[in-house]
């Protein structure tokens, strides 16, 4: 349990945390919200840790795409995380506004191999110019 951030997967409303001074594996319970948790050990060493309610754990991606809108527009956006269930983006500001939350859109990028892959995605989030999807 460091004085630097850590981040903790919520599994069963707990966090496993283990101290870095004395190495000592600890459960501690997490309320439904809670963002950060302060843990402190027996050895009395204690740390903050980010709490994660995600299913999938999220890859930090800095990539360019395509969104395709409704109306069959492009718009250029920028991928900043990908997931096993969903993605995340930033979409410029003249787009933005046409853009709601349930929406269905398709975004156009280079795949791994440099093939040009499409996946269809349900808008979950908005705010300001970051735009939250799950694929469908």
Do not use: W
Not at 18 to 34: H, I, L, N, W
Not at 38 to 67: L, P
Not at 102 to 121: D, H, N, T
């Amino acid at each position: 349990m460091s004085g630097q951030l850590k981040s903790c997967s919520v599994k069963g409303g707990m966090i496993r945390v283990t101290c870095t001074r004395c190495s000592k594996t600890k459960y501690a319970e997490v309320t439904p919200g809670t963002r950060r948790k302060v843990v402190r050990c027996s050895c009395g060493m204690s740390g903050t840790y980010k709490v994660n309610y995600r299913r999938d754990i999220r890859e930090n991606s800095s990539s360019r795409a395509q969104v395709v809108l409704t109306n069959a527009r492009e718009a250029p956006i920028r991928l900043c995380d990908t997931s096993a269930s969903g993605v995340g983006f930033t979409i410029p500001r003249e787009f933005a506004h046409s853009l709601y939350r349930g929406q269905e859109i398709r975004i156009k990028y280079k795949g791994g191999s440099g093939s040009l892959a499409q996946r269809r995605i349900r808008i979950r989030n908005i705010t300001g110019t970051r735009i939250g999807g799950q694929y469908s």
